[in-house]
């Protein structure tokens, strides 16, 4: 894969993982996590790509392990990547588990047709989709994703989080921008500034569009 389908990835999209040169391709953030990633990827080789820098050419990634608690932080080179799979491409089927998330997220499908802006799930059930593997359970929030390139008005806003009433489980949405994302819920209530996840970490943000140059700059820190 090229460094330029490598700038094309965003956070939350899913890669998998080509298992054989494990060795060669990943580097874990904590040395002593190795048997744990190994366990996890053998029989579900994909990652999560982390809200971070690249760092000497390498994609942060995140390994999802069968509990919540593990998850593991890690460093993948380009030429590990076998497939690449956004949110906005997965959709629930036939054979989707009858979950309260998944519910959710069928009934979203529908509501959702006409929006403007892409969007897919991401969290349990995005991971589920994409990789065949059992991660939603029956306590499970759907997380969604809406990427907005250009501003969001508090309208639309507004009419997103309304399609999310009466679903058969919480829905948590993320906006995401250019300059990385907030949470539907917290624009929607806030009467100042909002709290942008950047690759440089969180920022207390007037406009999520618009940046000041400094903030550009904090945000952008690899």
């Not at 589920?128 to 969604?144: H, I, K, M, Q, R």
């Amino acid at each position: 894969m090229s460094s330029t389908m490598i700038g094309r990835l965003q956070p939350h999209d899913l890669v998998r993982i080509d298992c054989s040169r494990m060795g060669d391709i990943l580097t874990p953030e904590d040395p002593a996590a190795w048997p744990s990633i190994r366990a996890c990827l053998r029989p579900t080789p994909f990652a999560v790509v982390r809200r971070a820098g690249t760092q000497r050419g390498m994609l942060p990634i995140g390994v999802r392990g069968e509990q919540r608690s593990q998850r593991f932080a890690a460093w993948l080179h380009p030429r590990g990547i076998c497939q690449t799979i956004a949110p906005e491409m997965l959709r629930v089927s036939d054979d989707t588990r009858p979950m309260p998330a998944f519910q959710a997220l069928r009934e979203l499908e529908r509501r959702m047709g006409p929006l403007r802006y892409p969007w897919g799930p991401t969290g349990s059930a995005g991971f589920e989709l994409a990789t065949g593997a059992t991660a939603v359970t029956a306590s499970s929030d759907l997380d969604l994703l809406v990427r907005a390139t250009v501003r969001l008005a508090h309208r639309e806003a507004q009419h997103i989080a309304d399609l999310c009433v009466g679903l058969p489980c919480p829905v948590d949405i993320q906006i995401e921008t250019p300059h990385g994302a907030f949470a539907l819920r917290e624009y929607l209530h806030s009467e100042g500034q909002v709290l942008l996840r950047t690759s440089g970490g969180p920022l207390l943000v007037d406009d999520p569009w618009h940046l000041p140059s400094l903030c550009l700059a904090v945000a952008s820190v690899l």
